[in-house]
Structure formats: structure tokens, C-alpha cells
């Protein structure tokens, strides 16, 4: 009996459309599903700990040699996200020289609040990683929170100014921002390569059922996030979840960013399977 394929799932409800087919088993769902932040997922990934997850844009972009892409799939916003949010005790441009929090959870969000805050304010923070938690520490004047934490974090309204991630990447570019792609080991495609095309069909299979069925996905995010059945549905249709050419276009710019800014030795390119 062959081993199953180890595949990796975001835990914030942001992936609930792409999973919550398989949770209901409206699709086969014969893969080892194991759960982590982006960040965790990242290194399981890299690592080989799994074959096929989420991983955040920045990890593909930093190792896109060792991944191939599954197409269709992402987590992409035009405009607002709502879930990956910069908090400020100053306005932004005050920032430069002044510490801020960065979450662990995120490589892609914190390059991108590094780029928003230097291009369209001017600003120049001192960084660091480390836990959000739902105050500002002592000598701290910003914070980024994603996933679920910036959802309870928005929803509390006690922070006197607030970037969403997705709107200023907008308002830089004119583009989509992809926070997140759907990618295989290229070793391990290379000797399963059917068994990653069966996940492949199946997540885009549950990804149409699921887009179907924002209503329930809406019941079950309520108990996890402090947010309405309305304010549920607005959130989820402003993600979407295909990797078209212009949320491509929206992928490549943000690694060009990253190249000038040193980020990567090369620019990366999209290989997909």
C-alpha cells in the first residue's frame, strides 16, 4: 500500500473554501492533512515533512527551484483582505527609527509591510519578529497581525490607525496581491507525479463546492472569529482563490520588489506542474 500524500493546510478560516469540501467529504480526501501556520507549513514543505501544501508566496519566490506551482489555486485579494492588517500608534510616515512587531506567521506579510511602509510612506521602522499578542508591547509603536489574529485584533477597534495589506499593495501597484500558492516538492513530483496531479484535481474540485457553500463555511468561521454571518461573507468574497494572469502579473511584481531590494539573489519563476 503506497504511503499517503502529506498534505499541508493552513489553520486560519481564510483556506476554509479550499478545505471545507474535504472536511464534509464531498470530495475524496485520501491525504494525511496536517495543519500549521504559513510559516510552519513553509519549513515542513522545504524540509520534505510534507509533499503538497499552502505556502506563503515569499518561501516560493526564496526556493522556487525546489516547487512547482499547482495552477488555479492561491490566496488572493484585489483591494482589501481584511486578515493581514498593519497596526500603528503614529501615522505611518512617523514610523522611521521607531520599533514595530512583525508575526512569526507570515514571511510574505512581512516583506510586503516592509515594501508598503518604504514606498508609500516614506517610512523606515526598526523590525522585529516575534508574538502578536493583543496590546502593544513597551517601546513599541506598529504591529502586523494575519490570519485569524488580525480578524479578533479589527474587531476589538483599539488601535488608532490600521493599514490593510491588501488595499496599500493595490493602491501601490494597481495589481492583485497573492499572499498565498498551492506548491509541490519538484523531487517529490518528479517520482509521484500522479498522486500530486490527483490532489491538484481534487483541490480544485473542492474549491468549486466550496465557493458554493459560503453560507455554512460562514457558521463554522463564527466560532473561531468574533465577526457576523455578514461581515463573514464580505471577507470570504474578497478573497479569491485562482492564480490568473493578472494575479500572476501581481506575484512577479512583488518579487521584483524583492529582488531590488536584495531579498533574492535571482528573480524567481513561476514553474507550475
Known amino acids: 500500500m503506497e504511503p499517503k500524500v502529506r ?33 510552519e507549513l513553509n519549513q515542513r514543505l522545504r524540509q520534505g515533512l510534507l509533499d503538497v501544501s499552502a505556502i506563503s508566496s515569499y518561501e516560493y519566490g526564496r526556493h ?17 483582505v481584511g486578515s493581514v492588517l498593519f497596526f500603528s500608534r503614529v501615522p505611518f510616515h512617523r514610523l522611521t527609527g521607531r520599533e514595530v512587531l512583525l508575526s512569526a506567521g507570515s514571511a510574505t506579510s512581512a516583506a510586503l509591510v516592509k ?4 514606498e508609500l510612506y516614506g517610512a523606515r521602522p526598526l523590525y522585529r519578529v516575534g508574538p ?10 506598529g504591529m502586523l497581525a494575519i490570519g485569524d489574529e488580525a480578524l479578533r485584533l479589527k474587531a476589538r477597534g ?13 493602491d501601490l501597484t494597481g495589481l492583485p496581491f497573492v499572499f498565498g500558492v ?47 454571518a455578514a461581515e463573514l461573507i464580505a471577507y470570504f468574497q474578497r478573497l479569491n482563490y485562482d492564480l490568473d494572469a493578472d494575479q500572476q502579473e501581481g506575484l512577479e511584481t512583488f518579487f521584483r520588489f524583492l529582488w531590488r531590494y536584495g531579498e533574492f539573489d535571482d528573480l524567481p519563476q513561476l514553474r507550475f506542474l
Do not use: M
Open 7 to 39: 498534505l499541508g493546510r493552513i489553520r486560519y478560516i481564510n483556506v476554509l473554501p479550499i478545505y471545507f469540501a474535504l472536511d464534509q467529504a464531498w470530495v475524496a480526501n485520501g491525504f494525511a492533512v496536517e495543519t500549521g501556520t504559513p510559516a
Open 64 to 80: 522556487s527551484d525546489h516547487y512547482v506551482l499547482l495552477p488555479d489555486l492561491a490566496i488572493a485579494t484585489r483591494g482589501d
Open 115 to 118: 515594501i508598503v511602509l518604504t
Open 132 to 141: 502578536v499578542t493583543d496590546r502593544f508591547l513597551d517601546g513599541c509603536y
Open 158 to 170: 483599539c488601535y488608532p490607525y490600521f493599514l490593510d495589506l491588501g488595499r496599500a499593495w493595490a
Open 182 to 228: 498551492w506548491a509541490a516538492r519538484a523531487a517529490y513530483f518528479q517520482e509521484n507525479p500522479e498522486p500530486v496531479r490527483t490532489v491538484h484535481r481534487t483541490l480544485l474540485a473542492a474549491k468549486a463546492l466550496g465557493l458554493q457553500a459560503l453560507p455554512a463555511i460562514c457558521q463554522q468561521a463564527a466560532t473561531v472569529v468574533p465577526l457576523s
